[in-house]
């Protein structure tokens, strides 16, 4: 099992970056698919991010001013989000799914087997 904590979140004025982690603890031996899910007031949780060693990924809808990254040696995702609006408000999900399991929809939040608590990113 992995543990996922994320932080970063807070309150930023329209236009302003955020850069958010999510230290992963416990069985880092193992290898994960990541990404970063969100969800805002009475809204689904979507994906926004994700990332593999080989691959990453942004939705379209905030390409261009997200960023997803990985340190490996520390074993922390970063979510670097820039041009911010009050739609992108929202509480941000860190995830993980165990390489190996298959063929799975990386914006699916059925796909990942680990969540962390969240944290909070307000716009206004």
């Known amino acids: 099992h992995v543990q996922l904590v994320e932080s970063g979140g807070g309150s930023v004025r329209t236009g302003g970056s955020l850069n958010l982690s999510c230290a992963a603890s416990?069985?880092?031996?193992?290898?994960?698919?990541m990404a970063w899910f969100r969800q805002g007031p009475g809204k689904r949780r979507e994906g926004v991010a994700a990332?593999?060693?080989?691959?990453?990924k942004i939705v379209d809808s905030v390409k261009g001013r997200f960023t997803i990254s990985k340190d490996n040696g520390n074993n922390i995702l970063y979510l670097g989000m820039n041009e911010l609006t009050p739609e992108d408000t929202a509480t941000y999900y860190c995830?993980?799914?165990?390489?190996?399991?298959?063929?799975?929809?990386?914006?699916?939040?059925?796909?990942?087997?680990?969540w962390g608590q969240g944290t909070q990113v307000t716009v206004s």
């Open positions: 416990g069985d880092t031996e193992t290898t994960y698919y």
């Open positions: 995830a993980a799914r165990p390489r190996g399991l298959g063929s799975f929809n990386r914006w699916s939040v059925y796909d990942y087997n680990y």
């Open positions: 990332y593999s060693d080989d691959w990453s």
